[in-house]
């Protein structure tokens, strides 16, 4: 058995050779005397042309009268032609239906919208967009791997059920197997968790970088890339309940060498896209966002700017006419914010850094200043914020004093105190959010069409 994408590797080899197929028919065309059939496998973008002739192929009828979608093992010989459209097809010899497809098959040669497609999860993959989307998805991931694993992070499995809130914000998915009905309660009136599961609350995670510091406090770089939950009520295009985050930790490091690390990270992820999927990019160029290529090329081959927060607000305050929400020294930015800097002043990514304490997570360096943390977000063009991180509080009191400040239990946190007290020493990371990356590299515009089974509000099929 062939895969489609070998057949297009490696067709001189191949040519006049009798090869098997499985797939999934894209169009089925009938004229008669011969029929044409374009079979996807999905090993890659490309579509094979199948060539059937009604006088040589015994159940031509049969084949031709099937449905779109159908399973087919198709054996042929492999026929280079130059001239056509497509480099090569195959010339049937024999076609067995594997499984037949529904008349209602939903996927028709037309294109359908987006939010048509997103009722049905379970097909899209099969349309040329979700397949692209989906086979970049992957290539970026294996990107991922390769560019931490080649500077020697090790890779290290955070766990998704914690009972540790890292951003502290609230946004926790809880994890329990009390009986909601008749929960037990303490004699003071709160939920009495140590009959639960794990005899304390736990959580789904929302970012594996406490876990992630404790790996660095030994192996000195390590990444994590895995699920993260949030329960965050924000319906938009680019939150989901369900996301995957990368999450390096480097132990001897400050922030310069976060942003830096960051944006070779990104600048690899784009070159190694770009180089593998050209098919899949050539087609997000064309039909989803034109333009794109050659703006990831510049991304990939120029310097991303760098702001501190003070000053990307004085920027921000002299335009306050153009937003619903103003900017102030100490607001948090928005995403209209974001953009703003991104795609009017800067028109490239850039990190902003230095945000005030107030806005940032517990965990985060304070500066002399004694305002602000060293911190830094990366914001793209189209999106806004796809990275968060910053330099970590290695000083024992600083960090136990600002857990005491911000009314958190200093108990919960005792593990990650130890660390200070154990050979402490400076060290940041980051948080990119894979989604967004992915969409930043298709150009498509909605996180719900870079999840295969899109986890939202009020949204969990399958
Ligand atoms: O800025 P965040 O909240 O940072 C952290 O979680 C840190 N603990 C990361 C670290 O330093 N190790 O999230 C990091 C990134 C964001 O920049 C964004 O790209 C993505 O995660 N993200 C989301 N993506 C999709 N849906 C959501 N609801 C997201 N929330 C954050
Ligand atoms: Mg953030």
Same mark, same amino acid.
């Given at each position: 058995r062939t895969v489609i994408a070998a057949l297009f590797a490696d067709q001189e080899a191949l040519s006049g050779q009798t090869i098997t197929v499985c797939g999934w028919a894209r169009t089925i065309r009938d004229m008669k005397t011969f029929g044409f059939i374009e079979l996807n496998d999905g090993s890659c973008f490309k579509n094979l042309q199948v060539v059937m002739d009604a006088n040589t192929l015994d159940n031509y009828k049969e084949i031709a009268g099937q449905n779109v979608g159908a399973a087919l093992i198709v054996t042929g010989t492999v026929v280079l032609t130059p001239q056509a459209k497509q480099p090569l097809e195959v010339k049937a010899v024999s076609i067995a239906v594997e499984g037949p497809s529904a008349p209602d098959y939903p996927l028709q040669k037309k294109r359908h919208s987006v939010e048509f497609? +997103? /009722?049905?999860?379970? &097909? $899209?993959? +099969? /349309? *040329?967009?979700? =397949?692209?989307?989906? $086979?970049? $998805? =992957?290539v970026a991931a294996h990107a991922i791997h390769c560019f931490f694993q080649d500077r020697g992070f090790v890779y290290a499995h955070t766990p998704i059920i914690t009972a540790a809130d890292c951003e502290g914000a609230g946004e926790m998915f809880q994890v329990t197997t009390l009986d909601l009905a008749n929960v037990p309660m303490t004699e003071d009136g709160q939920v009495d968790y140590s009959?639960?599961?794990? @005899?304390k609350k736990a959580s789904l995670t929302v970012s594996g970088q406490l876990n992630a510091e404790n790996f660095a406090m030994a192996f000195g770089n390590v990444? /994590?890339?895995?699920? /993260?939950? $949030?329960?965050? *009520? =924000? *319906?938009?295009? +680019?939150?989901?309940?369900?996301?995957w985050m990368v999450e390096p930790e480097m132990a001897f490091a400050d922030l310069n060498d976060y942003m830096n690390t960051a944006e070779d990270m990104i600048k690899y992820i784009i070159r190694f896209v770009m180089e593998r999927c050209p098919d899949e990019m050539n087609f997000f160029n064309s039909f989803v966002d034109k333009g794109l290529k050659d703006r990831l090329e510049h991304v990939a081959s120029s310097d991303f700017g760098r702001v501190s927060y003070t000053e990307a607000v004085e920027l921000l305050k002299k335009v306050n006419d153009k937003f619903d929400y103003k900017v102030e020294w100490g607001c948090d930015l928005q995403t209209e914010h974001e953009r703003y800097l991104t795609e009017q002043v800067f028109k490239k990514p850039v990190f902003v850094t230095d945000y005030? %304490?107030?806005? %940032?997570?517990?965990?985060?360096?304070?500066?002399?200043? @004694? %305002?602000?943390?060293?911190?830094?977000?990366? &914001?793209?063009? @189209?999106? @806004?914020?796809i990275i968060g991180g910053s330099q970590r509080e290695e000083r024992l009191d600083v960090l136990e004093a600002r857990i005491r400040e911000l009314g958190m239990n200093p108990e919960d946190y005792k593990y990650y105190c130890d660390l200070r007290r154990y050979g402490s020493c400076r060290h940041a990371g980051y948080g990119l959010g894979f989604e967004r990356m992915v969409m930043y590299l298709t150009g498509i515009g909605n996180i719900r069409d870079v999840e295969l089974h899109p986890r939202t509000v009020g949204n969990a099929e399958f």
């Open positions: 497609l +997103r /009722t049905i999860q379970h &097909l $899209r993959p +099969r /349309t *040329n967009l979700f =397949s692209a989307a989906f $086979r970049v $998805r =992957s009959q639960d599961f794990f @005899g990444y /994590t890339f895995g699920p /993260t939950f $949030r329960a965050e *009520n =924000s *319906n938009t295009a +680019r939150h989901a309940a369900e996301f005030p %304490k107030e806005i %940032k997570a517990f965990y985060m360096r304070q500066n002399d200043d @004694g %305002k602000t943390v060293a911190a830094a977000d990366c &914001l793209v063009p @189209g999106i @806004g914020e």
